[in-house]
């Protein structure tokens, strides 16, 4: 199994500033993912992050309002740009296990847009 | 897309009862996995079902799988203060790939 980490764990932010949230995994890995979980609902997809290429961001997220960067096969980041409350979440990035879809999560980094 | 729907939303239970909770979706799923999430942690893996109708236990917890494919169930026996967590359950199949439920908020007192 992989160890994710993510740093900041939590924060609080001014609306119309923007974080970057980082992703390192302990382990070389080809796909990192990045969800949100906001209270009460289900975890959603924001974007799949490849190596060397464009992340691909799911319907109802764009790459201005969450750019990300993959550098190395190790580790990732996810900015949240022009922050509202609205934008307030926690913030999980994962890695694909062995089995089919099966993620492993990080810790997440609960952020608070005030 | 695709939905799954958890049940109950929250439970608070005293050590060493029994519980179960749900997780229902119209679709078919070819596999259906489990986590549990503890405050301040991303989910962590428990269990993936593959086969329609498949039990696996895991020590204190029974997971089933439907005939179907369509929805799943797990059991816990004993309940114990360190069983306490949010549940998700997450469904593979079909053009959303993996989508996840929104929970079961459970709570084990001692």
């Known amino acids: 199994s992989a160890v994710i980490s993510q740093k900041p764990s939590r924060d609080i932010c001014q609306r119309g500033t923007s974080l970057t949230i980082q992703c390192q995994v302990d382990?070389?890995?080809?796909?990192m993912f990045w969800y949100r979980q906001q209270p009460g609902q289900s975890l959603t997809l924001i974007a799949t992050?490849?190596?060397?290429?464009?992340?691909?961001?799911e319907s109802g997220f764009v790459i201005d309002k969450f750019p990300i960067s993959r550098p190395n096969l190790t580790f990732s980041t996810l900015t949240v740009s022009n922050m509202s409350p609205e934008d307030s979440s926690i913030y999980l990035c994962?890695?694909?296990?062995?089995?089919?879809?099966?993620?492993?999560f990080g810790p997440g980094t609960r952020l608070t847009v005030t | 897309t695709q939905l799954l729907e958890q049940s109950p939303q929250f439970l608070s239970i005293q050590e060493g009862e029994n519980l179960t909770v749900y997780c229902n979706s119209s679709?078919?799923?070819?596999?259906l996995q489990w986590y549990r999430q503890e405050p301040g942690e991303g989910p962590v893996l428990l269990v993936t079902?593959?086969?329609?109708?498949e039990v696996k236990k895991l020590k204190r917890l029974t997971f089933q799988f439907g005939d179907a494919r369509k929805d799943s169930s797990l059991h816990i026996t004993a309940a114990q203060p360190g069983d306490t967590g949010l549940y998700l359950c997450?469904?593979?199949?079909?053009?959303?790939?993996?989508?996840f439920g929104k929970g079961t908020h459970l709570i084990i007192q001692p």
């Open positions: 382990s070389q890995v080809t796909m």
């Open positions: 079902v593959v086969t329609g109708g």
């Open positions: 992050a490849n190596q060397g290429s464009e992340a691909t961001y």
């Open positions: 997450a469904g593979v199949g079909g053009a959303d790939g993996l989508t």
């Open positions: 994962s890695v694909e296990g062995t089995g089919s879809y099966e993620q492993y």
């Open positions: 679709s078919v799923f070819s596999s």
